[in-house]
């Protein structure tokens, strides 16, 4: 499909998942999955949250930690909305607290930088990048599960024209 123009729209998963509802996009990269009627989801994989610390912090270099054990920490958050959002209310309250917000943003970079500063700590997506950054140290959480299921959603009902089904297909069949 040489003629076709990908065009990327970014925000929270309950703003996408209103968008796609809306015909306004045709397919979504989300976590986690949502469970609305009319929408189809297919999980692509499963994705570890750890706990980011700034690199001098406490728990910094520690095998595992109880999530339990930042309970007292200052917690940087994305914005209500945003599916990490979710899952950190969600971890935290199986872990015994609510947490302590000082910022909250849309970026998980922006979430990482004010890890780095020294301004709180952060439940995020254990990638790569985030791994081998000097001025945070992401520490893995042995309790409650800390994971996000990654996936795409589309409209159950109707057609998709054929270059979303192609893309959606590739996607999902991607190893």
Do not use: N
Not at 39 to 60: K, Y
Not at 123 to 132: G, I
């Amino acid at each position: 499909h040489p003629d076709v123009r990908f065009t990327l729209v970014q925000g929270g998963a309950d703003l996408l998942l209103a968008r796609l509802l809306a015909g306004d996009v045709d397919i979504c990269l989300t976590a986690p999955l949502p469970d609305e009627p009319g929408v189809a989801v297919r999980a692509l994989g499963e994705q570890r949250i750890d706990l980011f610390v700034p690199a001098a912090h406490r728990l910094a270099g520690r095998p595992g930690v109880r999530l339990a054990e930042a309970a007292a920490e200052d917690f940087i958050c994305m914005e209500p909305g945003y599916g990490l959002r979710v899952i950190t209310d969600d971890l935290c309250r199986a872990a015994g607290f609510a947490p302590r917000i000082a910022f909250e943003g849309e970026e998980v970079a922006t979430a990482s930088g004010l890890v780095g500063a020294g301004l709180g700590v952060a439940l995020l997506p254990a990638t790569p990048s985030l791994l081998a950054d000097p001025a945070i140290a992401g520490v893995r959480i042995t309790a409650p599960k800390a994971a996000r299921t990654v996936g795409l959603a589309w409209l159950a009902t109707g057609e998709v024209a054929s270059p979303v089904g192609a893309f959606r297909d590739f996607a999902l069949g991607y190893e």
